[in-house]
């Protein structure tokens, strides 16, 4: 059982940054897949950006490559997404997950978090 918590969400102007963190509580972090989805009001959730276990292998979606960076750390047992040029259409809920699949499709992940509120304005 895996619980995530994330946290650093906020209010920022187009082209802005912020750091999201996910602090991960179990046994085994470095096992765990670990990816960000975000969901925007009335639309699905969509997938932003995976890291395996090791850490040495991420995924973004189109819409953040170059401009979104995933990490984790495993001796805080947690992961990061580091955004910056942030634009008005990044604004959505933003949610953690870990699953043991590396993959875009929400499905594959056993474990999500409570979301953080992420705000763009132009």
């Known amino acids: 059982q895996v619980q995530l918590v994330e946290s650093g969400g906020g209010l920022v102007q187009a082209g802005g940054s912020l750091r999201l963190s996910c602090a991960a509580s179990?046994?085994?972090?470095?096992?765990?897949?670990m990816g960000w989805f975000r969901q925007a009001p009335g639309k699905g959730r969509e997938f932003v950006a995976a890291?395996?276990?090791?850490?040495?292998?991420?995924d973004y979606a189109d819409s953040v490559e170059g401009r979104f960076t995933i990490s984790r750390d495993s001796a805080k047992n947690t992961v990061y997404l580091q955004m910056n040029s942030l634009k008005p259409e990044d604004t959505a809920v933003y949610y953690c997950?870990?699953?043991?699949?590396?993959?875009?499709?929400?499905?594959?992940?056993?474990?999500w978090g409570q979301g953080t509120q992420v705000t763009v304005t132009s």
């Open positions: 997950a870990a699953g043991h699949r590396c993959s875009s499709y929400y499905s594959t992940y056993d474990y």
């Open positions: 179990g046994r085994h972090f470095s096992n765990y897949v």
């Open positions: 890291i395996n276990g090791k850490g040495d292998s991420t």
